[in-house]
T-cell receptor, first 110, second 116 residues
């Protein structure tokens, strides 16, 4: 069975600070891993995905994530937060259907 | 190009009534998925269609829920005898395929269902 754990339901950072959102996965097969973002009252938008190519994956809006098999992690980072990054972020694992984590709400303070 | 569309965007229904939610996937996408997003349960997989294969119904919460996909395109999710716990946002997604780079799922805006 596959599962995803997102550590921290809420993360707050100052504008310009590093963003780090944590995701650990469990999978019996090589996983596909995804980060999605959901802005208020909007649908899910794909930020980035890992599909067994490069372990460091770059996504939209300056986000990136590193697949670490030894740590079963796929943490999302951004060097410098912007006010517009405030949203809910979901990590997901899949072999076919997506299994989502519980989400992390990112707040960015000026 | 057009993305995944869903209708209606909002639906309010009385407890016990049946509802139908519609999803139009991206043209050419062979895989279609339904998910549910609610406060208590987060994002849950419901059902998945891939081409002409039998759908994966493993996420449907009860036999009141069913879905079909006609002609390999449009899908309808039906909830019979709605209950208050069915209140949620129902999300549809589609993907070109189910492996490698074709696997990326594109989500629609969702249908917000409120059962009163």
């Amino acid at each position: 069975a596959q599962s995803v754990t997102q550590l921290g339901s809420h993360v707050s950072v100052s504008e310009g600070a590093l963003v780090l959102l944590r995701c650990n996965y469990s999978s019996s097969v090589p996983p596909y891993l995804f980060w999605y973002v959901q802005y208020p009252n909007q649908g899910l938008q794909l930020l980035l995905k890992y599909t067994s190519a490069a372990t460091l994956v770059k996504g939209i809006n300056g986000f990136e994530a590193e697949f670490k098999k030894s740590e079963t992690s796929f943490h999302l980072t951004k060097p410098s937060a912007h006010m517009s990054d405030a949203a809910e972020y979901f990590c997901a694992v899949s072999a076919d259907k997506l299994i989502f984590g519980t989400g992390t709400r990112l707040q960015v303070f000026p | 190009g057009a993305g995944v569309s869903q209708s209606p965007s909002n639906k309010v229904t009385e407890k016990g009534k049946d509802v139908e939610l519609r999803c139009d996937p991206i043209s050419g996408h062979t895989a279609l998925y339904w998910y549910r997003q609610s406060l208590g349960q987060g994002l849950e997989f419901l059902i998945y269609f891939q081409g002409n294969s039998a759908p994966d119904k493993s996420g449907l919460p009860s036999d009141r829920f069913s879905a079909e996909r006609t002609g390999g395109s449009v899908s309808t999710l039906t909830i019979q005898r709605t209950q208050q716990e069915d209140s949620a946002v129902y999300l549809c997604a589609s993907s070109l395929g189910t492996s490698g780079s074709s696997y990326e799922q594109y989500f629609g805006p969702g249908t917000r269902l409120t059962v009163t």
